[in-house]
Structure formats: C-alpha cells, structure tokens
C-alpha cells in the first residue's frame, strides 16, 4: 500500500517517499511532507545548484549550502534556478559560476 502525504511543495496529498532521506530532523521532516513528486524535483534541482556554485557534497561546507537550498526548496517560496543559471544547449553563451571564497 503506498503511503500517502500532503505535500507541502505541491500543495496536494500525493504518495510519499518509502522512508526518511537521511537521518535527523530534517530528513524526518521530509519524510512526512514531501511527495516523492517533489523529492524528485529537488534532486533534478540539486545537481543545478550542485553545477552552478561549483559545490563539492562531501566538503561540509558546501553541505551547509546545500541544505540551504534544499530547505527552501522544498518549504519555502525558492523555485528558480540560480542566479545567472543558462540551461545547456540554450544556444546562450555561458559564464560559469563566480569563483567561491573559502
């Protein structure tokens, strides 16, 4: 039987992941109000973000980052892709992403 939930980034009930993310509160959180819909959208979304900011997952700073992006992606108003994002094959020359400081 697939478990239903109210997604709170799509705003209607729709089957929910089959468990938590990861561990914590935050995965937690997830698990009881994301859709798997969404969850889906955020990883496409996850590599752009990934991509654009030049970020290394295993590095936790850039962890912190993409937490960031990922708590308000998925609960907040962020629907847009970065800043200054090109899409890949727009036919529009691109920058790259600014250098990070560390």
């Known amino acids: 039987m697939v478990r239903m939930v109210y997604c ?4 209607r009930e729709l089957p929910g992941l089959d468990r938590p993310p990861f561990p914590g509160s935050l995965g937690e959180r997830i698990f009881r109000e994301v859709s798997r819909d969404a969850w889906e959208m ?3 979304y ?3 973000v990934i991509n654009h900011y030049g970020l290394n997952p295993a590095d936790p ?3 912190v980052i993409l937490r960031q992006h ?3 992606f ?3 108003d962020e629907s847009s892709v970065p800043d200054e994002w090109v899409p890949p094959g727009s ?3 691109v920058k790259g992403s600014p250098a990070r400081k560390k």
């Open 91 to 93: 036919g529009r020359p």
């Open 74 to 76: 998925l609960f907040g």
């Open 8 to 11: 709170v980034k799509l705003k």
């Open 42 to 44: 955020w990883r496409e």
């Open 46 to 48: 996850q590599t752009i």
């Open 70 to 72: 990922l708590e308000a």
């Open 61 to 63: 700073e850039d962890r």
